[in-house]
């Protein structure tokens, strides 16, 4: 029980204690009387104070202009003439060049010259004369222009056209009459010329001497030829036979781009194609190359 006690004399509570005032009870009621009234006046939500009256903004004093590092001073400007009229007046800034009057007046003039450059394409839309054309020669000095056959039907032969069968030049460094006359005299259409087999095959032989031919190349070629003589005698119907007799033209185009034979057997091997229309001439073609290698034997290039 002592500890209780002592807990009570400390707190004041215990009647025993001859020591404690007699005023601490009223003193606390006093205490909580105050609590209480402060406690009153804030729930009952007495009136704020009112703001201090603040002067009007017109009548406040302007602020000082804050200085800072890199603040400049303010320019003082002095006046100038108009660069316009010569006018003194005060410029606001010191790049102004005109006075007000003649500022405005510029301003207007240069508003009204930019609505006149916009109504400018309405206005000007009529076309524009052309200059005129130069003066050209009248049409009836111009040479006519062939007629053009009517469609469907065929084109006319041209001039030197394979089908046509003309005579045509001998080909460069053959003899100037070569072929032109054809394989047959008088035109019987059997007995052979005597240049097929002598003037022109000789000649034709040392041309092809001359350019080197290559012997291989003059030995596959008149095989050819002969396999397709042979093939007519057995009595193949010629349409085929001269078809593949064409294909040397070909043949030896291509030989001829890859430099294996010269131009001028080319030549020769396409003018004596021209001739061949029937059994007969194919005899004559034959005839006629056998002579021409004939007079290469032992000549030409291994």
């Known amino acids: 029980m002592g500890s209780f006690q002592d807990a009570m004399k400390k707190a004041g509570l215990s009647s025993g204690d001859p020591e404690a005032p007699e005023t601490?009870?009223?003193?606390?009621?006093?205490?909580?009387a105050?609590?209480?009234?402060?406690?009153?006046?804030?729930?009952?939500?007495?009136?704020?104070?009112?703001?201090?009256?603040?002067?009007?903004?017109?009548?406040?004093?302007?602020?000082?202009?804050?200085?800072?590092?890199?603040?400049?001073?303010?320019?003082?400007?002095?006046?100038?003439?108009?660069?316009?009229c010569g006018t003194m007046f005060s410029p606001k800034h010191s790049k102004h060049r005109l006075c007000p009057k003649c500022a405005d007046e510029h301003f207007t003039a240069a508003k009204e010259k930019s609505a006149a450059d916009t109504a400018k394409p309405a206005e000007g839309s009529a076309p524009v004369a052309r200059p005129p054309k130069r003066d050209r020669p009248p049409r009836?000095?111009?040479?006519?222009?062939?007629?053009?056959?009517?469609?469907?039907?065929?084109?006319?032969?041209?001039?030197?056209?394979?089908?046509?069968?003309?005579?045509?030049?001998?080909?460069?460094?053959?003899?100037?009459?070569?072929?032109r006359?054809?394989?047959?005299?008088g035109g019987s259409g059997s007995v052979l010329r005597d240049q097929v087999l002598d003037s022109w095959a000789r000649n034709v032989g040392a041309l092809l001497v001359q350019r080197g031919l290559a012997a291989n190349q003059m030995r596959m070629f008149y095989a050819h030829v002969k396999r397709a003589e042979a093939s007519a005698k057995a009595g193949r119907d010629f349409n085929l036979v001269r078809e593949e007799l064409m294909k040397m033209r070909p043949v030896a185009a291509a030989r001829q781009g890859r430099r294996l034979i010269p131009g001028e057997f080319a030549d020769f091997l396409d003018r004596n194609l021209e001739l061949v229309r029937d059994a007969a001439s194919l005899r004559a073609f034959a005839e006629h190359f056998q002579a021409v290698a004939g007079y290469t034997a032992g000549r030409l290039r291994k």
């Not at 602020?63 to 400007?77: N, T, V």
């Open 181 to 185: 006359s054809g394989y047959f005299a």
């Open 140 to 179: 009836q000095d111009r040479p006519p222009r062939p007629e053009r056959p009517p469609q469907g039907e065929p084109h006319a032969p041209r001039e030197g056209h394979r089908e046509s069968r003309e005579p045509r030049e001998a080909p460069a460094g053959f003899p100037q009459d070569y072929l």
């Open 34 to 84: 105050a609590g209480g009234e402060s406690r009153g006046a804030g729930e009952g939500g007495g009136e704020r104070k009112p703001h201090r009256d603040r002067p009007p903004r017109q009548d406040r004093p302007p602020r000082p202009p804050r200085e800072g590092a890199g603040d400049k001073p303010a320019e003082k400007l002095e006046d100038k003439a108009c660069a316009k």
């Open 24 to 32: 601490s009870a009223p003193d606390s009621a006093a205490g909580e």
